[in-house]
T-cell receptor, first 112, second 114 residues
Framework: GENVEQHPSTLSVQEGDSAVIKCTYS??????FPWYKQELGKGPQLIID?????GEKKDQRIAVTLNKTAKHFSLHITETQPEDSAVYFC???????????FGKGTTLSVSS | DSGVTQTPKHLITATGQRVTLRCSPR?????VYWYQQSLDQGLQFLIQ???????AKGNILERFSAQQFPDLHSELNLSSLELGDSALYFC?????????????FGNGTRLTVT
């Protein structure tokens, strides 16, 4: 099965700084690479995703980059704001008959 | 609002008891997934249904079972409950059976076993 690791497990930044979270996976057949954000008391919510035919995707202050050769993808958040404080999960997947396997999460704290 | 509804929000019960968690997927979504979230284990995939049929199974205990009904809502049944079953249980839905489409999560059911 898929092994998924996220680093770091916690990240503290000052407002306005950038944050980067890396996700490493084991299954070379994975072709879908989403990032989810979970705020306190809520379920995870998709914030950005990328497919294996694309190397980078950007949506305003967030971006995801993919390195299929090295089997890792990263979430980049620029100009962080206090409302970015949450737990972020990666969940690489793509094989039919399986479900998304989530990393253990990264707790991001943005202080003002 | 994700459009996925989970009930109840909170559930407190005793060891050895049985509970049922309910999930209504987003309108039009045929796939339902159940995940368990505990502090030390992160989000663990339990089981997936697509249009009433079981499609994938994760680390689901034999004491747990699920089903998806013709109206597409799903129920997760947990029996012979143990203290270690205390966790947040999330339901998610997606339009298709594959994992290349976004999952829409409900806000979870917090189960406390005393």
């Amino acid at each position: 099965g898929e092994n998924v690791e996220q680093h770091p497990s916690t990240l503290s930044v000052q407002e306005g700084d950038s944050a980067v979270i890396k996700c490493t996976y084991s299954d070379s057949a994975s072709n879908y690479f989403p990032w989810y954000k979970q705020e306190l008391g809520k379920g995870p919510q998709l914030i950005i995703d990328i497919r294996s035919n694309v190397g980078e995707k950007k949506d305003q202050r967030i971006a995801v980059t993919l390195n299929k050769t090295a089997k890792h993808f990263s979430l980049h958040i620029t100009e962080t704001q206090p409302e970015d404080s949450a737990v972020y999960f990666c969940a690489p997947g793509g094989q039919a008959g399986t479900a998304l396997i989530f990393g253990k999460g990264t707790t991001l704290s943005v202080s003002s | 609002d994700s459009g996925v509804t989970q009930t109840p929000k909170h559930l407190i019960t005793a060891t050895g008891q049985r509970v049922t968690l309910r999930c209504s997927p987003r309108s039009g979504d045929l796939s339902v997934y159940w995940y368990q979230q505990s502090l030390d284990q992160g989000l663990q995939f339990l089981i997936q249904y697509y249009n009433g049929e079981e499609r994938a199974k994760g680390n689901i205990l034999e004491r747990f079972s699920a089903q998806q009904f013709p109206d597409l809502h799903s129920e997760l049944n947990l029996s012979s409950l143990e203290l270690g079953d205390s966790a947040l249980y999330f339901c998610a839905s997606s339009p298709r059976v594959g994992v290349s489409s976004p999952l829409h999560f409900g806000n979870g059911t917090r189960l406390t076993v005393t």
